[in-house]
Structures are given as C-alpha cells and as structure tokens.
C-alpha cells in the first residue's frame, strides 16, 4: 500500500524559502513519477507544480519555474520541494502525489494523472 506523508509547511514573508518533504513507502522500485500539487482557498483547482520522473527529469508550472527546485532521494524514498522567493500567491495547501507505470498517463501537468496523495501541508506566505 502506497503511503505519502508531507511535511515541512509554515508560514514565511515574502521572499522567504520553505523546504517541503514527502516520506514515501509502498512505491516498489523506482519506476514511479513523482509531483507536487496545490489548492489554492477554497474554490481553485489542483495544480502540479513540479514533477520528476525516474530518470530524474524535471517539469515545472511556469508560475514557479526558477524558483522551486523539485528533487529525490532514492535511497531515503523521500521527495523535496525547495521553495525559494516565495510570493503571496504560493499560498497553498501542498500535496506530494505519486503515480506508477500502467497507469492512464495525462501528462505531468494534469492532476489526474496522480493516483496516490499525501494529506497535504500548508504553505502560507505573508507580504
């Protein structure tokens, strides 16, 4: 059974960094594709921020290019999400998802494509 456990929110001023974890178990092997996702308040879609592959190829949203730096620790099976120059509008519930070979690939900007979530974690970003 797959298990995703985030950590690592908080509240920070703009301009400020966070270093978002997510703790993985029952991903066997590598052959996974990995992402971070947020929901905005109430109301707003999920949006994949970041995402990594098993190559350890990297996508990200062009609201967070050259910002966020999305990485993996294989041998921990634990996810990062660094989150520096945060602005007001990073304001968000954070979830690490996970997703495996075999299933319906939408690409990895799509939510969708996502099929294990973690419980999420608040980023709050002050100005």
């Known amino acids: 059974q797959v298990h995703l456990v985030e950590s690592g929110g908080g509240s920070v001023q703009a301009g400020g960094s966070l270093r978002l974890s997510c703790a993985a178990s029952?991903?066997?092997?590598?052959?996974?594709?990995m992402g971070w996702v947020r929901r905005q308040p109430p109301g707003n879609e999920r949006e994949v921020v970041a995402?990594?592959?098993?190559?350890?190829?990297?996508s990200y949203a062009s609201a967070v290019k050259g910002r966020f730096t999305i990485s993996k620790d294989n041998a921990k099976a634990t996810l990062y999400l660094q989150m520096d120059s945060l602005k007001p509008e990073d304001t968000a519930m954070y979830y690490c998802?996970?997703?495996?070979?075999?299933?319906?690939?939408?690409?990895?900007?799509?939510?969708?494509?996502?099929?294990?979530w973690g419980q999420g974690t608040q980023v709050t970003v002050s100005t």
């Open positions: 995402s990594i592959n098993n190559e350890g190829r990297t």
């Open positions: 029952g991903l066997t092997g590598s052959c996974y594709v």
């Open positions: 998802a996970a997703t495996r070979p075999g299933d319906i690939w939408y690409g990895p900007f799509d939510p969708t494509s996502y099929n294990y």
